[in-house]
């Protein structure tokens, strides 16, 4: 029996956490019911012909809150997906977005498939279908309902997406608004890709600004030379192990992947690993490592820092008290269940909630729906303004040098530094550690500053209530 099975259920331990806080908060009985329920699940079956037969495939489409419209959040294809889980990603989607200032209500979607079944073409006419069936409900729609990748999609079905959307929608000039996360030459954004594992990047390095908070995990010191357990290599661990190691220093000592885990002390090559996941279709096999056949054990390995970066309910009342990593950092959604949380609660453990910490991606999404609306990739208009005014100044600075000879010169490549104006890439990565860095002081101002308040997710959950309920009441509900 899988240990989740005496737990609550994914939208239970949402609802429980939600429940937590609010009690916390001065909230009519009306209002606290009115933004805990999801709004609306659409479910659909449909028929797809394949390999001489017709296939039935049901996906969903939840939408948890239009507080904000467009209502936003990824779509999943995985053969766990059901409406419970896809309603309590629903909601932490509303909460997230509040959480970091984007401007939308909650959504959430999902395909029961195992993407691996299918092959490229097989899987473009699935998805296309599904897509139909959202677009001719307006569950997809670039003023309504906006999706994004999740488990099991990424930029390929995005495009899709778009592309069966404008299809259906000949003469809508706003048609690549309708999902994000899509290539570049489909309308994408620089940095969509690598967003949620950069934001998670940006969440640590946050997290160690601040003594204070470290201290509460009891650690001390910088990223460089920490101990990190990932589990996941997908596209959010990924990029989060290999920007904590490559530009960090963050040592990466644990993979854990569906097949089993990668053990290492002396730190895993990510790249290469990454690699060899490609070509053998999981981590066994990998040389120069220690090969784990229970992967999640490693959950429980001794680490500074611990990122589960793949499903949900991987630490639950069974493992729990087991988990020594002082800090997790939630870069999937919902990997903690309520009873877990409290356990680790109890510890002393420090956890990054989910909500904040895999925030990049509905972040820059926003950036790619607003350059989408704007059809004007951001820095264009500025970028060349800004070099020749850098010029300026290295040409005085460069007078300055030349009178002053060995008495002052520029440091080497600060000039080829200082005259480079910022391209799209630059400003996506810029926006979103402003985004990380603000939110995270959001729910920091709450954890510290009230004494009912003992933990990250609490006050992220403050914070993010706070702001719907202040939308709500604007709307005069
Ligand atoms: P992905 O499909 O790219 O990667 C998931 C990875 O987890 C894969 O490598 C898969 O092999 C691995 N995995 C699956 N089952 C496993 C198991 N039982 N044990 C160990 N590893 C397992 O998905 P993703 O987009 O990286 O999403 C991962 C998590 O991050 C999900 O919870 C998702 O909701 C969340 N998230 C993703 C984004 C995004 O932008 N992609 C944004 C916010 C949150």
């Not at 990122?307 to 009342?317: N, T, Y």
């Not at 990997?335 to 453990?349: H, N, Q, S, V």
């Not at 860095?437 to 009912?452: C, L, P, T």
């Not at 997710?457 to 509900?477: P, Q």
């Amino acid at each position: 029996m899988s240990p989740r099975k005496s737990e609550p259920s994914f939208r239970e331990s949402v609802d429980l956490m939600f429940n937590r806080a609010v009690a916390l908060m001065d909230l009519s009985p009306g209002l606290e019911e009115k933004i805990r329920v999801c709004n609306s699940t659409y479910t659909v079956r449909f028929g797809v012909r394949l390999r001489g037969g017709i296939q039935t495939f049901t996906g969903y489409r939840s939408v948890h809150s239009e507080h904000m419209e467009p209502v936003k959040g990824g779509i999943r294809f995985s053969l766990g997906v059901n409406q419970d889980e896809v309603e309590a990603l629903a909601a932490l989607m509303t909460y997230k977005c509040a959480l970091v200032e984007t401007p939308f209500g909650g959504s959430k979607g999902g395909l029961c498939i195992d993407p691996r079944e299918y092959d490229d073409e097989e899987m473009e006419r699935i998805t296309r279908r599904f897509a139909y069936e959202l677009a001719k409900r307006d569950l997809i729609d670039p003023a309504q309902n906006v999706p994004a990748p999740d488990m099991g999609t990424g930029e390929r079905e995005m495009a899709w997406i778009a592309d069966q959307y404008r299809r259906m929608n000949t003469s809508d000039i706003n048609a690549a608004a309708c999902v994000t996360g899509k290539p570049i030459n489909a309308g994408g954004i620089a940095g969509r890709t690598e967003a949620t594992g950069r934001g998670v990047q940006y969440a640590l390095r946050e997290f160690f600004r601040s003594p204070e908070d470290m201290q509460a995990a009891g650690m001390s010191g910088k990223l460089d030379g920490k101990s990190v357990v990932v589990q996941g290599l997908g596209n959010v661990g990924y990029h989060a192990a290999k920007f904590l190691s490559e530009e960090d220093g963050s040592i990466i000592t644990g993979i854990i992947e569906r097949d089993g885990a990668l053990v290492d002390d002396k730190g895993l090559d990510v790249e290469a690993v990454r690699a060899w996941i490609g070509d053998h279709g999981g981590v066994k096999g990998f040389p120069g490592a220690e090969y784990v056949e229970e992967g999640a054990k490693v959950l429980e390995k001794a680490c500074d820092i611990l990122i589960p970066a793949a499903l949900e309910g991987v630490i639950h009342k069974g493992n729990a008290a087991n988990i020594k990593a002082p800090l997790i950092i939630e870069a999937a959604n919902g990997p903690i269940t309520f009873g877990a949380d409290e356990i680790l609660r109890e510890k002393g453990t420090v956890i990054i909630p989910d909500m904040y910490a895999n925030a990049g991606g509905v972040t820059v999404s926003y950036f790619e729906w607003v350059k989408n609306l704007s059809h004007i990739r951001f820095g264009r208009m500025q970028r060349r303004q800004e070099e020749a005014r850098h010029e300026l100044i290295v040409d005085e600075l460069q007078r300055l040098s030349d009178h002053l000879g060995d008495a002052w010169s520029m440091t080497p490549n600060f000039k080829q530094k200082y005259l480079k104006g910022a391209g799209e890439l630059e400003l996506v990565r810029s926006g979103l550690d402003d985004t990380m860095r603000a939110a995270y002081q959001s729910m920091r101002e709450v954890w510290h500053g009230r004494s009912d308040v003992t933990d990250l997710r609490t006050a992220a959950y403050l914070v993010a209530i706070d702001r719907v309920a202040g939308s709500y009441k604007s709307k005069g509900l």
